[in-house]
């Protein structure tokens, strides 16, 4: 079992809809989870930071921790085409321990 | 732009060779992260060093060895290049101040090893 877990989608939806992008983690001392964002053909780029459990929000992104069911969730509201990319979870156990990313998961926002 | 430049963006190879790629961090980061990323298994860390010292091993085989520069740049090598191989690589750095992975890593654009 890998220790974070992502739906790959594809997750299609029109523009303006509400998007939930989740993970779930085996590793009980995660306590960093990260949100990346990464264009075709790009690296990724941080999106969304948050530390233990709660919620934060960014804009349109909303970004919430679960620790108690080990998921996590990122929300986008009024969905844009030009959000349309792969959505990478991260996870670590310290602020100076490796990353371990979800595989992704492809969103397409169609107009 | 993230800063973080990799070379060469696409690399062609056969079985059996090897190869060199090469990060340039963003100006002032010490740390240096390389991450491997195929369909089936997303980004899986590889390696990271701090000013020039290896800090953090991950996932990386033995056929595959990295190094950092006095002047910060990177360079990750690949010998006895097998099929499984081919992926992309990318290159990240951090201001990591502590030596450590922090939530502010920027990536390069990775360079995508196609073996043959």
């Known amino acids: 079992q890998k220790e974070v877990e992502q739906d790959p989608g594809p997750l299609s939806v029109p523009e303006g809809a509400i998007v939930s992008l989740n993970c779930t983690y085996s590793?009980?001392?995660?306590?960093?989870f990260m949100w990346y964002r990464q264009y075709s053909r790009k690296g990724p780029e941080l999106l969304m930071y948050t530390y233990s459990s709660g919620n934060k929000e960014d804009g349109r992104f909303t970004a919430q921790v679960d620790k108690s069911s080990k998921y996590i969730s990122l929300f986008i509201r009024d969905s844009q085409p030009s959000d349309s990319a792969t959505y990478l979870c991260?996870?670590?156990?310290?602020?100076?321990?490796?990353?371990?990313f979800g595989t992704g998961t492809r969103l397409q926002v169609f107009p | 732009d993230s800063g973080v430049t990799q070379t060469p963006k696409h690399l062609i190879t056969a079985t059996g060779q090897r190869v060199t790629l090469r990060c340039s961090p963003r100006?002032?980061?010490?740390?240096v992260y390389w991450y491997q990323q195929s369909l089936d298994q997303g980004l899986q860390f590889l390696i990271q060093?701090?000013?020039?010292?290896?800090?953090a091993k991950g996932n990386i085989l033995e056929r595959f060895s990295a190094q950092q520069f006095p002047d910060l740049h990177s360079e990750l090598n690949l010998s006895s290049l097998e099929l499984g191989d081919s992926a992309l690589y990318f290159c990240a750095s951090s201001a990591g101040m502590t030596g450590g992975m922090n939530t502010e890593a920027f990536f390069g654009q990775g360079t995508r090893l196609t073996v043959v």
């Open positions: 991260a996870m670590s156990a310290g602020i100076t321990d490796k990353l371990i």
């Open positions: 100006s002032g980061d010490l740390s």
């Open positions: 590793n009980s001392a995660f306590q960093y």
């Open positions: 060093y701090y000013n020039g010292e290896e800090r």
